[in-house]
């Protein structure tokens, strides 16, 4: 099975602050990749596929990009609703795997 | 608008069955394959089952293979989850989600809120 190592594992930043979550995939997926946001409550949500292109409705706020096999997620002008939740998502092979996780707090 | 209610969840012993059920509107349930993932208590996400959108493709994760059967009704718009053999470890948020319609993508661009399953004596 792929191995999707997120990090970090939570993160705390203030308003308007810019934060990037990571994911490094255990082998080559190419740009089979995907991000989610988690609020409580509310169900997911897919931000970005292919690993850079955004998903429908998505703000550009939130930008993904890879090197190699890490894959970066960056989320611009930190606003009340960017709190949750983050998952990377590897849609390579089968087993479909998930990264652990990043909880975004305000500070 | 596309929605997908999940039903079914509960506290069950272990080694009891349980089916769970999505209902799907808003969207040509028929034309999308569709899956489960489930989220232990303060875990990470775990991908489970998928179904093609004519039932031709069925896929399993290894930790639920052979004591899991998921299945569809086109006809009722809805999405099916049997568990049988429950152990502790299932214990988890199940969530259906839907399958992103283009056809080499494994991305879910819906899903529902979840419904909890508890195995537990």
């Not at chain 1, 652990?100 to 707090?105: D, H, I, N, V």
């Not at chain 2, 394959?33 to 996400?45: C, E, S, T």
Request: with cysteine; aromatic share 12%.
């Amino acid at each position: 099975d792929i191995q999707m190592t997120q990090s970090p594992a939570s993160l705390s930043a203030s308003l308007e602050e810019i934060v990037t979550i990571t994911c490094q995939a255990s082998q080559d997926i190419g740009n089979w990749l995907a991000w989610y946001k988690q609020k409580p409550g509310k169900s997911l949500q897919l931000l970005i596929n292919d690993a850079t292109s955004l998903a429908d409705g998505v703000p550009s706020k939130f930008r993904g990009s890879r090197s190699g096999t890490q894959y970066s997620l960056k989320i611009s002008r930190l606003q009340d609703e960017d709190f949750g939740s983050y998952y990377c998502q590897q849609a390579h092979s089968n087993p479909l795997t998930f990264g652990s996780g990043t909880k975004l707090e305000i500070k | 608008e596309v929605q997908l209610v999940e039903s079914g969840g509960g506290l069950v012993q272990p080694g009891r069955s349980l089916k769970l059920s999505c209902v799907a509107s808003g969207f040509t349930f028929s034309n999308y394959g569709m899956n489960w993932i489930r989220q232990a208590p303060g875990k990470g996400l775990e991908w489970v089952a998928y179904i093609s959108s004519g039932s031709s493709y069925i896929y399993y994760a290894e930790t639920v293979k052979g004591r899991f059967t998921i299945s569809r009704d086109n006809a009722k718009n809805t999405l099916y989850l049997q568990m049988t053999s429950l152990r502790s470890e299932d214990t988890a948020l199940y969530y259906c989600a839907r399958r992103t319609g283009r056809a080499r993508d494994w991305y879910f661009d819906f899903w529902g809120p979840g419904t909890m399953v508890t195995v537990s004596s």
